[in-house]
């Protein structure tokens, strides 16, 4: 990635909630640049660096949910995927009962399915089937 970017990136996100891929992130951030962890980690992970990687002003921190304000945001995320500007359906690949958790967690790990999602109750008839760019929750 410094190579790619002659550097290092000014912005680099880590979405997984590894220590070793925050490692990678706090690697690729160029001087003054921000490193942002995203992913959640496992409550007793732990991350560590070389203390001199703050002598290049890199910035290190963390987001949840990008510092919104909940109650505000979600509605307003409800209401753009409403009126179709927020396209999430695309970005389902399967619909899973609960029931079918472990079958769920195998596939994301061999690769066959990374965009997954559980669904309950009322949702329920839709698991099982492929997810279609029209199919609305």
């Known amino acids: 990635i410094k190579k790619l970017s002659g550097g290092g990136v000014d ?6 909630g590894l220590p070793s ?13 921000t490193s942002v962890l995203v992913g959640v980690a496992g409550g007793s992970d732990e991350a560590t660096f070389k203390m001199n990687i703050l002598l290049g002003e890199k910035n290190i921190t963390g987001s949840m949910m ?4 909940p109650s505000v945001f979600v509605p307003l995320l409800c209401d753009l995927y409403s009126k179709g500007d927020l396209l999430i359906d695309e970005l389902i690949s399967k619909f899973y009962p609960l029931s079918d958790a472990a079958q769920a967690w195998s596939e994301l790990e ?11 109750h009322e949702l329920a008839s839709m698991a099982g ?3 279609t760019v029209s199919a609305k929750i």
Do not use: P, Y
Not at 11 to 16: D, H, R
Not at 21 to 33: E, L, N, P, S
Not at 66 to 69: A, K, P, Y
């Open 11 to 16: 912005n680099a996100l880590e979405c997984i």
């Open 21 to 33: 891929t925050f490692q990678t992130v706090i690697d690729c951030t160029k001087r003054g640049g």
């Open 66 to 69: 990008g510092s919104s304000v």
């Open 110 to 120: 061999s690769g066959a399915n990374l965009r997954g999602v559980f669904v309950m």
């Open 129 to 131: 089937a492929q997810a």
